[in-house]
């Protein structure tokens, strides 16, 4: 009985996971998640209070899986720089945008306090992440001294979203590439002369 009951809330988080990403939030119903996860209307108000409750399980869901996918590159193996350059390269479904940055589009979701919080947190926490693995790098004396690491952090991340931005708005993926690759050669500027 619980495994049941777990694997219904579970459809159900995952279901408007989806829906957010592909419809936003006023344009996902009750009924859609619903349909997709395949359950009837009294098992999704047993689990959550209603659409908000359930809207914002699935948003803090998809913000630790994102935060999960980029600790995997920014914790893994090499450079600083070849840690942020593994985090920008890694595979994503580029025209269909960021999970958790098209919710910062979303008037509905920016409006609500509890449904903005797992967005915002999310941020704050990939552009600490970010600049503290460009602070190990200056550290090691990979990069030179210069700017702000929160600084470049930031870029970096507005380099992503932004690239999500040009990459739905041109159909296309490769201006999502070439912010990316812009961003790199950037980053690639701040490495220290060898023998520094």
């Known amino acids: 009985m619980y495994s049941e009951a777990m694997a219904t809330q579970d459809r159900l988080i995952e279901s408007t996971q989806e829906l957010l990403w592909e419809r936003g939030y006023v344009g996902t119903s009750p009924k859609a998640i619903q349909q997709r996860a395949g359950v009837g209307q009294g098992s999704m108000y047993h689990h959550f209070d209603g659409k908000p409750d359930l809207a914002a399980a699935a948003l803090r869901r998809s913000a630790e899986e994102m935060r999960a996918v980029a600790e995997e590159r920014l914790a893994g193996p090499g450079t600083a720089y070849q840690r942020i350059e593994a985090y920008l390269l890694r595979e994503r479904e580029v025209l269909r945008g960021c999970r958790i940055g098209r919710m910062a589009q979303d008037p509905e979701v920016v409006a609500d306090p509890r ?63 070439q912010a990316v690759r812009g961003a790199l050669g950037l980053l690639a500027g701040l490495n220290a002369p060898a023998g520094t």
Do not use: C, N
């Open 115 to 177: 449904l903005r919080a797992p967005v915002e947190e999310t941020f704050d926490w990939l552009r600490g992440r970010i600049a503290e693995v460009i602070a190990e790098g200056r550290a090691a004396g990979e990069f030179v001294p210069g700017a702000d690491p929160a600084d470049i952090a930031a870029a970096v991340v507005a380099v992503v979203q932004g690239g999500y931005v040009l990459a739905r708005a041109a159909d296309s993926v490769e201006p999502f590439r």
